[in-house]
């Protein structure tokens, strides 16, 4: 908003009208918005045209967000004083703030046309054009601004219009002049180090994060974004004090990214905090109507929604939920926004559902649209807060009942989910005050798992990759963010106490490698017992865990598809039960697969049971055993029977809302 008033064409106010008007307009500029409104008001009772006093109420109005009340006393200012530029540019963000676009870029054409200089007014109408995804057309008003003026808010808004783009160099290019002409703005430093990390620089990405938490350390997801680029890299030289100050940061009520925080938290009250603060932040409740309920019809459509419909975890685990389902009782469809991989796993999921409609490139307003356009009844996020997820489709209403599932594991804090799935030992009854959404308990787990996923028949030899033929191998197949020091240090010990034991991990990135071996050999443990295990094809992944002895579970966030895998696979995982959400996935597992002995109530007996495994070779093969065995005849990997619970439990909640009842937790 400008604060100027040139009044160019306006009748002079008389000389003692001005110099309240100017004791006003000067309250107003040192923030004493209280007598300025009351000077204002009572100028405007002996002139109700008077251009300035009418410009400058609006403008307070749109000042403290009053937007609807500052729309009447712009537009007669700009009837009164048309050819006022600021007074057009004012009235037009103001409506561009009530979501009438076509009216906002209609008056700011009408600014630039009195004041072609009026570089703002190109920066405005580059915003929303980049808000409609007109991104190349945004990129024109930016060059436009810039020519005339160069800014930071041009380069910064030009910056984001070419990352969407994915033009990254000049992305790049254009924040990195932002900060140069502000670097005492944190927010260029954050989308800097945005681009950054997309081109694959980590090292200074991580260095303009720290720049933005320095400058102000509440900035909204500057801290979380900094500790996952850390601890995806083992990089855990501040790790207790980033661990403190994100627990401040909840507590204070700072933006941070729930995914991340999820990872490193194990109160389950915090972490509904740090969900409902992103929520209002992200995705806020606008208070949308629930869409009508469709007419009845002879099958229940539910559709489920995910950015991750390719080679991703999530549809490992829910493919042979999607082919499962009852056609003859279900309408089955997919709303995929995200990457099309071009893999197998795409194409299974299209054949899986009766319609897969890709909306990756389409704007949150109308993937609402399509969904209501569908009919959907049932509309099932598998995103959360996860990469790539899109809340707003969800806080628009886009269907009658929105459910939480299987992607993110724990409350999404938002008043228009309705429900989550889980199981009683993921959600213990006691515990459901931590949840927005109300509970549908499984009956076994809550887990989706695929009995179909191939195994490769042949394995590899162990000296194929990098193990030797007679070592102990403790397996952790997981992300390097899940593991943290003090868990660390616990395998350290086992592999001290195991004579010629490794541990083998998951090869993501060559600094954590690095960090991971010093790590071990700061502990006591030779770096050439940390082996790693590069990227692999699906199915021989799966195979090679068959050359490991015991997998580990990480604590305070599980193995989740990993813990899948590896049962799958036929290894045994031995767990620690944590006390969120996301630390009793494997508690779940364990539990569906009749393998409750290894769930363990401390990191003491879980480094205990560890080495009793580890030194008792018979335990060890009557463990495998009872994995195989039960393999087949357990819940865990029994697809047709998580289905029949799940459809079962849509069915309910369709129930209780065509029934005129609110949701509530229920078991199926």
């Avoid at 490794?502 to 690095?514: K, M, S």
């Amino acid at each position: 908003m400008s604060q100027q008033s040139r009044n160019k064409g306006a009748s002079a106010p008389s000389l003692h009208t001005s110099a309240i008007l100017d004791q006003a307009v000067a309250a107003h500029r040192s923030g004493n918005l209280s007598d300025a409104e009351r000077t204002y008001a009572a100028i405007l009772r002996g002139s109700r045209t008077h251009p300035i006093a009418l410009h400058m109420l609006g403008l307070l109005h749109a000042q403290r967000g009053n937007f609807a009340d500052a729309e009447p006393l712009l537009k007669k200012a700009a009837r009164v004083d048309p050819g006022n530029p600021d007074v057009l540019f004012n009235y037009a963000n103001v409506l561009r703030a009530l979501n009438k676009p076509d009216d906002a870029l209609a008056w700011l054409a009408k600014t630039i046309a009195l004041s072609p200089d009026f570089a703002d007014a190109y920066v405005n109408r580059g915003a929303i054009l980049m808000a409609r995804q007109e991104l190349r057309g945004a990129i024109a008003e930016f060059d436009r601004a810039i020519a005339i003026a160069p800014s930071s808010a041009a380069f910064a808004n030009q910056g984001s219009a070419f990352q969407q783009l994915g033009q990254l160099d000049q992305a790049h290019d254009s924040y990195q002049r932002a900060v140069e002409l502000v670097p005492s703005n944190p927010h260029n430093h954050f989308v800097l180090s945005e681009v950054l990390a997309q081109m694959g620089r980590h090292d200074e990405a991580i260095a303009a994060l720290e720049k933005t938490v320095a400058l102000n350390k509440a900035f909204p997801f500057a801290l979380s974004k900094l500790v996952a680029a850390r601890r995806k890299r083992g990089d855990w030289r501040s790790f207790e004090r980033e661990q403190a100050a994100l627990d401040e940061a909840i507590e204070s009520g700072v933006a941070v990214d729930p995914f991340t925080f999820f990872h490193t938290s194990s109160s389950p009250a915090h972490q509904l905090t740090c969900a409902k603060t992103y929520v209002a932040e992200v995705a806020p409740d606008r208070g949308a109507a629930r869409p009508r309920t469709p007419s009845p019809v002879s099958r229940l459509r539910v559709a489920y929604m995910s950015a991750d419909f390719c080679n991703h975890a999530v549809a490992y685990l829910a493919a042979g939920l999607f082919e499962a389902h009852d056609r003859e009782r279900f309408d089955i469809s997919a709303i995929s926004y995200g990457p099309d991989d071009r893999g197998k796993m795409r194409d299974r999921l299209k054949a899986a559902f009766e319609r897969f409609e890709d909306v990756s490139h389409v704007p949150d307003e109308d993937v609402v649209k399509l969904i209501r356009q569908l009919d959907v009844e049932v509309l099932v996020d598998l995103g959360g807060f996860t990469a790539g997820a899109r809340p707003k489709i969800l806080a628009r209403r886009a269907a009658p009942i929105q459910v939480n599932y299987l992607g993110f594991p724990g409350t999404m804090g938002a008043s228009y989910m309705d429900y989550i799935m889980a199981d009683r030992i993921v959600i213990p009854e006691a515990e459901q005050k931590y949840y927005a959404e109300k509970v549908i308990y499984l009956p076994h787990t809550y887990q989706a798992t695929d009995a179909k996923r191939p195994i490769l028949p042949k394995l590899p030899a162990r000296s194929e990759v990098g193990l030797a033929d007679d070592a102990f191998v403790y397996c952790a197949f997981n992300r390097t963010s899940k593991i943290t020091p003090v868990l660390f240090d616990v395998w350290m010990r086992l592999l001290g106490k195991t004579a010629g034991s490794v541990l083998w991990l998951l090869d993501a990135d060559p600094i954590a490698r690095e960090n991971l071996r010093r790590e071990a050999v700061a502990r006591g443990i030779a770096a050439e017992r940390i082996v790693f295990a590069p990227f692999a094809a699906a199915d021989e992944h799966l195979a090679r865990h068959q050359l490991a002895d015991l997998y580990l579970d990480t604590l305070p966030y599980n193995a989740h598809t990993a813990a899948s895998d590896a049962l799958w696979a036929g290894l045994p995982v031995l767990t620690c039960l944590g006390t969120a959400f996301a630390g009793r996935v494997a508690a779940s597992l364990l539990n569906a697969v009749g393998l409750p002995e290894l769930v363990t109530r401390s990191l003491d007996e879980y480094e205990t049971l560890a080495l009793r495994i580890a030194h008792d070779s018979e335990l060890r093969t009557a463990l495998k055993s009872k994995l195989a065995a039960h393999r087949s005849t357990w819940p865990l990997f029994d697809t047709v029977g998580m289905t029949r619970h799940i459809e079962n439990a849509f069915n309910e909640i369709w129930r209780r809302h065509r029934a005129g009842e609110a949701p509530a937790s229920f078991a199926v």
